[in-house]
């Protein structure tokens, strides 16, 4: 139970606390970053070494290693985050308390912080304010009791929220796996706001993260709040599994173009089509279908190949890809720069001038 007393609230600075919120807060970057080159150091272990007793023990080791220092962020941050609100909590409180002080002792009492009393000046006895006096007095040694009440109670939650994200001095922050990120956690979050994401995000671990980017990459790229460094990641995912796709689709159309063309041009497109009634009429529309999709993914082919060499591109400014869906004409949200650290964000949609 805090100890905190009415001078110590008066005399109390923000900030110590705001440092080491700063310093908390460095080393949950530093750890969130050792986290994510730990894991994609590491991520294709079982690919590079398959099999045997000692790539068994690698790969559990470095599951382990992945899980604790994965786990290790989360606690960083929250007791950064503590000392933040605490160093906010507390000067509004002090602030509170030197305002009450202030007009005590403009109306002529004399206020004692050391002690913490509050006494009226023998005047105000006086002229049958006896009564008058003692709940002006009251109302405002309560006011300040209430206050330092409220500062104690501060100390004592962050007290606990410091010491419950503290290690276990035998195991650290262990190696327990967190559960992994599903579908439906990414799709609740379509509703909710930019900041609200983004805390949520922020609220994962590492291996989460990364998890969360390699198996539904569509739905995190299109998460406003996730930051742009991830949305990035994760499109681009889907951009090679699109460009994938879509290469494999139109060699497949290509391929049975040329098959009935060389069918035709030998006389055997009824081979092609024995249960037709008229062989060349159903040669004819498929033929026109397949020149359809043809264009169209010729079309999709070279805007996703485009958008991969600009990304690619060394001679211009970094690009991020935010958003990309092949659907109707396609589209896609290319950022150049990086918005989350940008001073300004211009947007610009071709071909609405």
Same mark, same amino acid.
């Given at each position: 139970?805090?100890?905190?007393?009415?001078?110590? /609230?008066?005399?109390?600075?923000?900030?110590?606390?705001?440092? !080491? $919120?700063?310093?908390?807060?460095? /080393? =949950?970057?530093?750890?969130?970053? !050792?986290?994510?080159?730990?894991?994609?150091?590491?991520?294709?272990?079982?690919?590079?070494?398959?099999?045997?007793?000692?790539?068994?023990?690698? #790969?559990?080791?470095?599951?382990?290693?992945?899980?604790? &220092?994965?786990?290790? @962020?989360?606690?960083?941050?929250?007791?950064?985050?503590?000392?933040?609100?605490?160093?906010?909590?507390?000067?509004?409180?002090?602030?509170?308390?030197?305002?009450?002080?202030?007009? !005590?002792?403009q109306a002529g009492y004399t206020v004692d912080v050391q002690a913490g009393?509050?006494?009226?000046? $023998?005047?105000?006895? %006086?002229?049958?304010?006896?009564?008058?006096?003692?709940?002006?007095? =009251?109302?405002?040694?309560?006011?300040?009791?209430?206050?330092?009440?409220?500062?104690?109670?501060?100390?004592? #939650?962050?007290?606990?929220?410091?010491?419950?994200?503290?290690?276990?001095?035998?195991?650290?922050?262990?190696?327990?796996?967190?559960?992994?990120?599903?579908?439906?956690?990414?799709?609740?979050?379509?509703?909710?706001?930019?900041? #609200?994401?983004?805390?949520?995000?922020?609220?994962?671990?590492?291996?989460?993260?990364?998890?969360?980017?390699?198996?539904?990459?569509?739905?995190?790229?299109?998460? *406003?709040?996730?930051?742009?460094?991830?949305?990035?990641?994760?499109?681009?995912? &889907?951009?090679?599994?699109?460009?994938?796709?879509?290469?494999?689709?139109?060699?497949?159309?290509?391929?049975?173009? !040329?098959? /009935?063309?060389? %069918?035709?041009?030998?006389?055997?497109?009824?081979?092609?089509?024995?249960? $037709?009634?008229?062989?060349?009429?159903? @040669?004819?529309?498929?033929?026109?279908?397949? *020149?359809?999709?043809?264009?169209?993914?010729?079309?999709?082919?070279?805007?996703?190949?485009?958008?991969?060499?600009?990304?690619?591109?060394?001679?211009?400014?970094?690009? @991020?890809?935010?958003g990309l869906s092949t659907a109707d004409d396609g589209r896609a949200i /290319?950022?150049?720069?990086?918005?989350?650290?940008? *001073?300004?964000?211009?947007?610009?949609?071709?071909?609405?001038?």
């Amino acid at each position: 139970m805090s100890a905190l007393s009415l001078a110590q /609230l008066l005399a109390s600075e923000a900030a110590p606390w705001h440092a !080491a $919120a700063d310093a908390w807060h460095r /080393l =949950a970057t530093g750890i969130d970053d !050792a986290a994510e080159i730990l894991i994609r150091g590491t991520r294709d272990l079982p690919h590079a070494w398959p099999s045997g007793d000692a790539s068994a023990a690698a #790969q559990q080791r470095a599951s382990d290693l992945r899980a604790e &220092v994965s786990n290790t @962020y989360p606690p960083a941050r929250r007791i950064g985050d503590a000392l933040d609100h605490h160093a906010y909590a507390v000067t509004s409180l002090r602030e509170q308390a030197t305002q009450v002080v202030a007009t !005590a002792r403009q109306a002529g009492y004399t206020v004692d912080v050391q002690a913490g009393t509050i006494t009226a000046p $023998a005047s105000a006895y %006086m002229g049958g304010n006896l009564d008058h006096t003692a709940r002006a007095t =009251a109302a405002y040694a309560n006011e300040l009791r209430e206050i330092v009440e409220r500062a104690r109670a501060l100390d004592d #939650q962050t007290t606990n929220l410091i010491g419950v994200n503290l290690p276990d001095p035998s195991i650290g922050f262990g190696t327990t796996q967190l559960a992994g990120i599903t579908a439906d956690d990414l799709t609740a979050q379509r509703s909710r706001s930019p900041e #609200q994401i983004h805390d949520w995000w922020t609220s994962l671990t590492p291996q989460q993260q990364e998890q969360a980017i390699a198996d539904f990459p569509a739905l995190v790229g299109g998460l *406003d709040g996730v930051p742009a460094d991830d949305r990035d990641t994760a499109n681009r995912i &889907v951009l090679a599994r699109d460009q994938a796709a879509t290469d494999q689709q139109l060699t497949t159309v290509n391929n049975r173009i !040329a098959y /009935l063309h060389d %069918m035709f041009e030998q006389g055997r497109i009824t081979e092609v089509y024995p249960d $037709a009634t008229d062989a060349r009429t159903a @040669y004819d529309i498929e033929l026109m279908n397949l *020149d359809e999709q043809q264009e169209h993914l010729q079309g999709q082919a070279r805007g996703l190949h485009t958008i991969t060499d600009r990304l690619a591109s060394t001679d211009q400014p970094r690009a @991020y890809l935010l958003g990309l869906s092949t659907a109707d004409d396609g589209r896609a949200i /290319l950022a150049v720069g990086n918005p989350d650290t940008a *001073d300004n964000v211009v947007t610009y949609v071709p071909g609405t001038g």
